[in-house]
């Protein structure tokens, strides 16, 4: 038994959802998650599931964490099928291997300093005004990018 379609590549509000379910909230971090995955299975043209696997490094521990969920249902890596490993590190950078190729993919640390600010203030319209604005961001507003080959 095993999913045939491909993992859904682009932002949808069913995505979200999706998320919140599993997660039991939404917020920024979740967003981030979110997107990093659809990244991967773009840049690196994957199906999503079993073809790619992730190494995120950050704070091993919520809000920043919440960001781990939103790459296992956006990209299909989990922890489950053990295709993700988290290191605890200062920053959030993810880093997609499928194949030899390497997508690593980092949250700007202005972005990173912007969320926790906001988190700070504990306000629900300001935190619902961060997330639409990571979903709608280009990436480059948000993210270092970096496509690599792996050295054999
Ligand atoms: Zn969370």
Redesign the pocket.
């Known amino acids: 038994m095993r999913v045939e379609a491909p993992k859904q590549r682009g932002w949808s509000q069913n995505l979200l959802d999706k998320a919140i379910d599993f997660?039991g909230?939404g917020?920024p971090?979740?967003v981030v998650g979110l997107r990093m995955g659809l990244m991967a299975l773009d840049k690196l043209d994957a199906h999503g599931y079993f073809d790619l696997s992730c190494r995120a490094r950050l704070h091993w521990g919520?809000?920043d964490s919440?960001v781990i969920d939103g790459i296992q249902i956006s990209s299909g890596c989990t922890m489950g099928k053990h295709n993700i490993e988290v290191e605890d590190h200062d920053g959030i950078t993810v880093e997609f291997t499928k194949g030899d190729r390497i997508l690593g993919i980092s949250l700007k640390p202005q972005v990173l300093e912007r969320i926790h600010g906001i988190l700070a203030l504990k306000n629900e319209g300001a935190i619902r005004s961060m997330m639409v604005e990571l979903a709608e961001s280009s990436e480059g507003d948000v993210f270092n990018v970096v496509l690599t080959r792996a050295v054999r």
């Open positions: 997660h909230h917020g971090f979740m919520p809000p919440c």
